[in-house]
């Protein structure tokens, strides 16, 4: 028989969306895949439990996805309406913009969900775990209540 095709997150996601599987339906899958060994997680986007975290996934996918069709007709009608997510901690997220912020890890979190919450780009994980090297050996030894400093978005 012919290779089962390479398995990728994105694919596994994809197909899972288009099932109409609820975002834990599609964390189990991703969880179970990584942990099965088909798949690989991210560096970055490992909770503080280990596990994936697939609403960052979903998010950058979500967000890759709406810049690419943003960029066909220039401005989108999506760029003027309400935002559709309520990012928790929104006063830091605006003083993260001009300073340094510190935080402390709080339980699911992972470099890619700070990233997401403090930049709006989950892809920024690297400047966060680049400026915490003293207390992270990797992205993945993130822990809860490991103290983090967020860097000025404006400085990156």
């Not at 109409?20 to 099965?36: K, P």
């Not at 066909?72 to 300073?99: F, H, K, R």
């Amino acid at each position: 028989g012919a290779p089962a095709p390479e398995a990728t997150l994105e694919g596994l996601i994809a197909q899972a969306l288009a099932e109409g599987q609820t975002d834990q339906a599609i964390d189990d899958i991703v969880n179970q895949a990584v942990a099965d060994g088909t798949l690989e997680a991210p560096a970055g986007l490992r909770t503080t439990e280990g596990r994936v975290d697939t609403a960052v996934l979903l998010a950058s996918i979500l967000a890759r996805a709406q810049s690419a069709e943003g960029e066909e007709g220039g401005l989108s009608q999506g760029d003027l309406s309400e935002p559709t997510a309520v990012i928790e901690g929104g006063t830091l997220a605006m003083q993260v913009a001009t300073e340094d912020v510190l935080y402390v890890v709080q339980s699911g979190d992972s470099l890619g969900s700070l990233a997401l919450r403090f930049y709006g780009d989950a892809g920024l994980f690297t400047a966060i775990f680049k400026a915490n090297r003293q207390v992270l050996d990797t992205p993945e030894s993130l822990a809860v209540g490991m103290k983090l400093l967020i860097p000025a978005r404006a400085g990156l």
